[in-house]
């Protein structure tokens, strides 16, 4: 992604008032705010000019929200916070497992949502400066048959490439390059999502549920450690 001197996003949602003032409220916030009105626009305005975050309406025209976020995850970790009136907790997971990287319930304050967005982009930033350390260090990470690479942002199980989320690469990465040091959840929440976690927030524990299913039998090497939280055993 190019470098910019202002920070770019992208609002794909079909409410006419709530579109006007987010993108007011993103504008003052300093941010550069482009918006789209269906799914369809919102892929069109995407591959013209990749923003930095994307904020994402669930139930939108021609494609829905969840569509949209399948196909930017075809060929973007571009971080995507999913905006919606469906407040169920399996609605927030079906999000959450495609790709979301964050979901904030209809109404919202405008206050919460710039607080999520500035979260997200400092969650961006350490990832991509953890990504550049590696990247210097000119070799990807191995533990036993599994290879994680910061350079493509891709990890391989016994040479088959393992479709993660930013979310479960970010904490493979970070557990992978701590490996046998146990991490507390808040401070698993604060590193991966950027923002310090909440009573009853369950964010850590499903993503460590999710990366052991799709780890197999490496998955037993994610270790619950009572009272703490999690690390990666020492040796594979």
């Known amino acids: 992604m190019a470098a910019r001197t202002v920070t770019s996003i992208l609002l794909i949602e079909d409410e006419a008032e709530l579109a006007r003032l987010v993108v007011r409220e993103l504008m003052s916030a300093g941010y550069e705010a482009r918006l789209a009105r269906d799914g369809a626009a919102g892929l069109r305005a995407f591959a013209e000019h990749e923003p930095d975050l994307v904020l994402l309406d669930w139930m939108l025209p021609i494609l829905d929200g969840l569509e949209v976020l399948r196909r930017l995850r ?3 970790a571009v971080p ?22 964050d979901y904030l319930t209809k109404p919202f304050g405008t206050r919460e949502l710039i607080a999520r967005v500035r979260a997200l982009l400092r969650r961006q930033e350490r990832i991509e ?7 210097a260090s000119g070799s990807s990470l ?4 599994l290879a994680l690479d910061p350079v493509t942002h891709l990890a391989h ?21 701590n490996r046998g040091r146990a991490f507390s959840r808040g401070y698993l929440h604060e590193a991966v999502w950027g923002e310090p976690s909440v009573d009853g927030d369950r964010s850590v524990d499903n993503a460590v549920f999710r990366l052991r299913k799709k780890l197999g039998a490496l998955g037993d090497t994610i270790q619950t450690v009572w009272g703490v939280g999690y690390r990666l055993r020492p040796r594979s």
């Open 74 to 76: 075809q060929t973007s």
């Open 80 to 101: 995507v916070l999913m905006l919606t009136a469906r407040a169920e907790e399996v609605d927030r997971v079906v999000g959450l497992e495609i790709g979301a990287d």
């Open 129 to 135: 400066q953890t990504l550049a350390a590696d990247r």
């Open 142 to 145: 191995r533990f036993g048959p």
């Open 157 to 177: 199980l016994d040479g088959q490439e393992l479709d993660l989320t930013r979310t479960e690469f970010g904490m493979l990465h970070l557990l992978l390059r």
